[in-house]
């Protein structure tokens, strides 16, 4: 059973809200699941449809333990892999339960055995999984379909009158279904496909590098799926940056900065769904985000405007859905689905996601040995780069996924702008730059006007940079090659600046992202207008350009990330 509950009032609601006029505070799921000892299965009402009899509480959430995840339970927990292979297993509340009763299983104590015995795990699995059976398993699921058909009635029917409400407002060809390849995305698409009666609705696939081989498998086989077939599916890629050359410079993503998903995904998806739908200044993005997945999505609306991709309304039809939802719906529709969730993945996102948990990681030591040993060598290389004393340890224990800023690497050196006041002009400004000025450099001052390179002293290396009216707003002085600059305000309100501080602040932004510019394309994801354009050649030469006609001046990409760079926040480090 699933309810909405006031957490002030302690009183169960209908709405997103309490209805108390003085309270109003939004309302939290709460979740209560069964269990029926007679048929073996999960239920949501505590009596059971099928038999009658009464449920005990089981899990708030709960999924079901396919046959080959069972294999590895069985021979970590007893030994023998086909322990429980006539049993209903099912993972709820942070335990295996196995008919009803739940056992005892450290991963914590698993994963930190030697690599050798993880090892010998995999070879016992790999021998034991040929000799698979998926007779009882098919059996009990069944009865778990049959048993909860009314709640699975109730949310698809409820999440396909939602889709359908908005063909009043957008056409096919406005809409997307943003598609990761994992069960909620796959959930969310076939209830897409199912309300608006075609398989028409574009699909973007995000392929962050670092994709699990299960879900480019699956990815491969989708459109061709009866339930999806001929769906149209764009695959979103930065092709120009390399992963691990990128954790050489910036270090491993961690979970304090996940660059990762701003470099490899956000900024590709950007571009993607700009070249597809053109000059279109909004469309609808049909995603499968869920509150219960974690404390920061507990939060989200049902519809909201995109946070990171410009143009997108966000809708979310299974919001409110619990695990138990989408795996009763995938269960009673018989789609396909992510082989990586029959190992025991519950998540499928980039498989060495600093974020993932312990169980996760087992299962990456043991279903893809080889990737692990690999990118466990890179994270010993870069404990190395950055001094740790100790290399081996700070990976086994994790360090690289709390670490922060770019302390002992040298690219957090260039996000350091160094100036002095004019002693003669306070309105001026002169800089000490890292990089050496050249024509790509004023590119980064389009936002605050229009470049004029004719009226400055060419002595002195001027630059002046025009309003719309023909005011000079800014002078730039410093010769091509130099790292010496000298920047002149003469209009403190460019930018929306309230004072001469903050438009002084607005100008080291951009000598930031001059300085820093690896090429992330995050400053192309945050311009609606299309009019940021940056490129790497592959050898490490990156450019940085704006568009004069498309871009409108509003210099949203000028402070839109902290001190004007999305790298700056990443390799942030202490001043001295």
Known sequence: MIERICPKCKVPMNGTNCINPKCGHATEMSSTLYWCDECGIPIYENECPICGKKGKYIATDIRPVFPEENIL??????????KYQKSSIWYGSNSYIVDGQKIKLSVSKENSKPI?????????YEKAVEKIDYNFFKQHIDKFVKANADRYNYITEEAVSFIQKYTDKYSIEDMMVSFSGGKDSTVTSHLVNRALGTNKVLHVFGDTTLEFPYTLEYKKRFNKNEESQGVRILT??????????LCSVVGPPSRVMRWCCTVFKTGAIQKTISSAFKDKTNILSFQGIRRSESISRSKYERESESPKITKQTVVSPIIDWIDFDVWLYILTTGIDFNYAYRLGWTRV??????NNGGWSEYLSKVHMYDQYIHWHDVLVEFAKQIGKPDPEDYVAEGGWKARQGGNGLEAAQKSIVTFEPCATDE???????????????????KPFGYINKELGNKRLGEVYVLNKTGKVVLIL?????????KVIIKDAKIAGSKNLATAEMKIQCQLTKYQMCLGCKACEAVCKHDAISVKDDGHGNVSYTIDNDKCIRCTECVGHFNAGCYMRKVLGIKRT
């Open 73 to 82: 339970i069985s021979l970590l927990t007893t030994g023998d892999p086909y």
């Open 116 to 124: 050798e015995e993880i090892k010998a795990v995999k070879e016992a």
């Open 236 to 245: 979103a890629k930065n092709r120009e940056k390399n992963f691990e050359d």
């Open 349 to 354: 996102g980039c498989w060495c996601c600093p």
């Open 427 to 445: 309105n001026a400004f002169n800089y000490v730059l890292q990089r050496p000025i050249s024509e790509e450099f004023y590119e980064l001052f």
């Open 477 to 485: 002085q410093g010769r091509i090659g130099s790292t010496k600059l």
